[in-house]
């Protein structure tokens, strides 16, 4: 199967060569594809595809330094925070030489003000409001500067919790969708943002408060687990989303953005964090459950791309192998990568993806990142971009 994934790649860098890009965004334009040619030029040895990223690379820059920075403002999927991100992960790694402490201090200044700024107005989203900054923080090297800012960030995102009688939740203001309802998914919900809070936990001032936060947040989800029953169609164990005003939402998608996944893999790092075994028990249940879900009907996964399909199942399921050790999650990863290498003739042929297919959460590059990683022999850590 390797062979196929190689064929497959090479078939994706000649698509993507010839593609247009929209903009310079990390999740769906420039910056994400040099991410994905650094990335996966380092996997693969291939100095020609670290070439493409370094050009990509620069070119960004200058347009950032120039008159037109061809980012969405400051969000983390398209904006300010997602080149500020991309640049960080890509030294750290070692694939660029970069001070990012004397370079980004006005951009970080920047960076923080405007993620203080949309978390007083309760735009918790991580990919599209403050929370991509918090991100980008705690992923930076600790500084006194940068611990400040993370703090700060922490500080007012936990006073922002909305308090229940089974626990806590945030509003996501930044999408008009979500501003009444509890979102539970890791892109835009409660899972993602209980990740995040676990992920800077080093660093984290208020740990004591944090906990309370990450207890009752899980309390939260954890209450709302749907009735079993034989006449449920929907595999799934917990709603999407809930609102004062509408039912449950209810689907059996399963996926990097939402379903049962993403509360597993919270209840894992939650459990290994805060010494709860309980939380471990449930992570596996919950996970387990998960492992006879293949079907378009059962995922709601009909093609290969990150997001919600094939290639974000796959890569889901080797990072809770990876931190869990249970080998159970290894078939799935196998079935799921080679879903992915099925999926790519058709989809190509299709042309699936040609509204934007350098797009790391709905096109091709994503697709491409997730099997590079596949013939890898080492964890690399491109995927705590999408917090895996």
Request: overall charge negative; some cysteine.
């Amino acid at each position: 199967m390797k062979d196929l994934a190689r064929e497959k790649i090479q078939r994706i860098n000649e698509l993507l060569a010839t593609s247009d890009i929209p903009h310079n965004g990390l999740l769906s334009g420039a910056l994400g594809l040099a991410y994905y040619y650094y990335h996966t030029g380092a996997i693969l040895d291939d100095p020609d595809l670290v070439a493409r990223g370094e050009n990509l690379l620069m070119t960004v820059f200058e347009e950032v330094n120039g008159t037109n920075a061809r980012l969405n403002g400051t969000a983390y999927a398209n904006g300010a925070t997602g080149f500020a991100y991309t640049v960080c992960n890509l030294q750290r790694n070692g694939l660029i030489d970069f001070d990012l402490d004397e370079e980004f201090a006005d951009l970080d200044e920047y960076l923080f003000d405007s993620a203080y700024a949309q978390l007083e107005q309760g735009e918790t989203d991580y990919l599209h409001g403050a929370m991509g900054a918090f991100h980008y923080f705690s992923a930076r090297r600790p500084t006194a500067v940068t611990d400040r800012y993370l703090n700060r960030l922490a500080t007012l995102f936990m006073d922002k919790a909305v308090v229940t009688p089974g626990g806590i939740y945030f509003v996501n203001k930044s999408l008009e969708r979500l501003n009444n309802k509890a979102d539970l998914g890791l892109a835009h919900g409660l899972s993602g943002l209980l990740l995040l809070l676990i992920a800077a936990w080093p660093r984290l001032q208020d740990q004591a408060r944090a906990e309370e936060l990450i207890r009752t947040g899980i309390a939260f989800i954890l209450q709302l687990e749907l009735p079993a029953g034989a006449t449920r169609e929907e595999l799934t164990l917990f709603p999407f989303t809930i609102g004062s005003d509408a039912p449950p939402s209810i689907s059996n998608r399963l996926a990097w953005c939402y379903g049962d996944l993403n509360i597993a893999l919270l209840l894992v790092r939650a459990g290994n964090l805060l010494n709860e075994p309980q939380y471990l028990e449930t992570a596996e249940r919950i996970g387990l459950h998960t492992l006879s879900r293949r079907t378009a009907e059962d995922t709601l996964s009909t093609d290969s791309h990150f997001c919600h399909g094939s290639a974000g199942l796959a890569q889901f399921y080797k990072c809770l192998y990876r931190e869990t050790g249970n080998e159970a999650y290894l078939e799935p990863y196998g079935y799921w990568i080679s879903e992915t290498i099925a999926q790519t003739d058709k989809n190509m042929t299709e042309e699936q993806y040609k509204d934007n297919p350098v797009s790391l959460l709905d096109g091709w590059a994503g697709v491409g990142i997730v099997l590079a990683d596949y013939l890898s022999g080492e964890h690399r850590n491109w995927s705590e971009a999408f917090l895996l």
